[in-house]
């Protein structure tokens, strides 16, 4: 029906033709700016529908019921799936931001309150959200974070920010800066004697760097328009969730989407005092006194990572030990790393576990007595002043109603389970990170995880993450860093036939003066002699291992071979020119021994 120039016959008029055409331009022929929007659907063999005001008897009052409709005055007026667009540069910015194309494959509004539900402001939560918001989509993101039994709890940005890489890092980076203290007197530094740490000013810098990033995304989250709400997501359905605030009042939202990036918090052992009497990595990095004489209990990166920083700031240190030290990870390096804490002051006890946590003192820090059971039955009871638990973590995925919304998990230790585009049992949700069954469980994989996914929901790509051969590092005193497979598992999944091993102790040169230990550093390449001896297997026992092992993942991922890094000049004096040298192979039974540097 044409307009009759009334105003609400005009509105009417308008409201039928975005209804009724996919894509909907309000142009004028003699507009520049028009040509150029057109010209670009043209382009983009996008069907559109145009009306051009300057050759329609009501152009004049149908452009003027467009500005009361959308407060923009001039042309072009550009709707795509009955929502509003804007003007020439907005339809150039969305299609150069890789946007249009998705806004109007979408289809029309489904109902939902959102596009996207992130459930998670972890790392990955977070890549994830801003991804799919720069993609023109209305998105929410849900954060949580539950007290520790200690009551600690953290802002804003997740495990890594809050209570993980990041802090671990700064104050490994603290115990580092104690042991160059003591290096620079042979170095001519006329260092007095008797420096002491002190725990508090430590804590308290780290602490106000992490609130800067905390307040960071809130302030990114907000520039990006995603509606954040701070409260415990549990799902009613596979498109709605229930969010309930810290004040107890509950929130009910929906989506057409959902990812789940709720990540993991430490494990606990069922003795006696565990929750009670004991503290983990989540607390750690926020304690308000120093731990004094600590216990690690547990093998895992996190327990041999404390526990190198505690004992390089000038703590007593003790980790208590199950079986094997950083299971999962090349057992050469493990045990590399674990003589040279020994060396540094940290005590293992080996082949033990606690049987029960008493509380002898209160304070800050307290006193407690830990009992404890060797595996040939010998009975163990030592006190300290602080007791870490680092024995593993385990999966967030239960209470947040994954059951209620038909999402799979492993039995066996609730993990999600997602085929390979991070797609759960219930097609509409999604899951990336650490609980996930068969995923790295690394900061930068949950991101990449986060940031592809949302470009294949909303951006039309195809590009699936690639979780193997993922780089990592583990900064205990001597840093260790890795790529690919652990020389046992290479073993076992190529044959010991097919695999040759390049290996070598070095030195670095900046330990030659303070006179370091010899033979500490080790590198090592893993090879399939079935495939041109391409290297399946990185790893580095050293000083930064991190910064040594990062480059070489890209050679890896274009699949290099030991011919490629023989044929690579090394840069002189460093400790990653030994992966361009070396020539003994463990087949060989030559000693793999350096002397000097």
């Not at 005055?73 to 799936?81: G, Q």
């Not at 249009?100 to 459930?119: C, F, M, R, S, T």
Request: aromatic content about 8%; some cysteine; charged content about 25%.
């Amino acid at each position: 029906m044409p307009p009759t120039g009334q105003p609400d016959d005009l509105l009417v008029f308008i409201q039928e033709k975005v209804k009724d055409n996919k894509v909907m331009v309000f142009s004028k022929t003699s507009c520049p700016f028009c040509y150029k929007v057109k010209e670009l659907f043209k382009s983009l063999n996008v069907q559109f529908n145009v009306l051009e005001l300057d050759v329609h008897e009501k152009g004049s009052s149908i452009q003027t019921a467009l500005f009361e409709f959308t407060g923009q005055k001039t042309v072009p007026n550009v709707f795509i799936n009955g929502k509003h667009l804007g003007g020439c540069d907005d339809t150039l910015k969305a299609h150069s931001e890789s946007r249009l194309i998705p806004l109007i494959e979408a289809g029309p509004d489904k109902g939902y309150e959102y596009d996207l539900i992130v459930v998670g402001g972890g790392s990955g939560g977070l890549a994830a959200a801003k991804e799919a918001a720069g993609l023109g989509k209305k998105v929410a993101l849900l954060d949580f974070v539950k007290p520790t039994p200690q009551g600690t709890s953290w802002g804003l940005g997740g495990t890594c920010v809050n209570v993980g890489c990041i802090p671990k890092k700064l104050m490994h980076r603290a115990a580092i800066l104690g042991e160059e203290l003591s290096d620079s007197k042979a170095f001519g530094w006329d260092v007095p004697e008797g420096i002491k740490h002190n725990w508090d000013n430590m804590k308290n810098a780290i602490q106000d760097h992490i609130g800067s990033l905390n307040w960071g995304y809130r302030v990114q989250l907000r520039e990006k328009g995603i509606t954040y709400v701070n409260g415990y997501g549990e799902f009613l359905n596979s498109h709605c969730i229930k969010a309930t605030k810290r004040n107890g009042s509950t929130l009910e939202m929906t989506a057409e989407n959902f990812i789940l990036a709720t990540g993991e918090r430490p494990r606990y052992p069922d003795i006696p005092g565990a929750k009670d009497f004991t503290i983990t990595s989540d607390d750690l990095f926020s304690l308000d006194y120093c731990p004094g004489k600590t216990l690690c209990i547990g093998a895992s990166y996190v327990s041999l990572e404390c526990a190198g920083f505690m004992a390089g700031i000038g703590l007593d240190v003790t980790v208590m030990v199950r079986s094997i030290l950083l299971r999962g990870f090349d057992q050469q390096c493990a045990e590399l790393i674990g003589d040279y804490m020994k060396n540094h002051k940290v005590n293992f006890i080996r082949g033990a576990v606690p049987k029960k946590i008493e509380k002898l003192e209160d304070g800050k820090p307290g006193r407690y007595r830990v009992t404890a059971q060797t595996t040939d039955g010998k009975t163990i009871v030592e006190e300290y002043n602080t007791i870490l638990m680092a024995i593993g973590r385990d999966p967030c995925t239960s209470g947040i109603g994954l059951d209620q919304a038909g999402v799979k998990l492993n039995p066996k230790n609730g993990r999600v389970l997602c085929n390979e585009n991070d797609q759960t049992s219930v097609p509409n949700i999604f899951a990336i990170g650490d609980i996930v069954q068969d995923r790295p469980q690394l900061t930068p994989v949950a991101i990449q995880a986060g940031r592809l996914l949302a470009k294949r929901l909303y951006a039309g790509a195809t590009v699936l993450c690639d979780y193997m051969s993922v780089p990592t590092t583990v900064f205990t005193p001597i840093e260790y860093g890795a790529i690919g497979y652990a020389e046992e598992d290479a073993i076992e999944k190529f044959g010991d036939d097919n695999i040759e091993v390049y290996h070598s102790n070095f030195m670095p040169l900046e330990w030659t003066v303070p006179h370091r230990e010899e033979n500490a550093c080790y590198a090592k390449l893993i090879c399939n002699k079935a495939e041109n001896e391409r290297v399946i297997g990185f790893h580095v026992v050293g000083p930064n291992a991190g910064e040594i092992t990062q480059g070489y993942s890209v050679a890896m991922r274009k699949g290099a071979t030991k011919e490629d890094f023989d044929a690579t000049i090394g840069i002189h004096p460093t400790c990653s020119e030994t992966f361009t040298t070396l020539n003994v192979t463990k087949r060989s039974g030559v000693s793999a021994e350096v002397t000097g540097c």
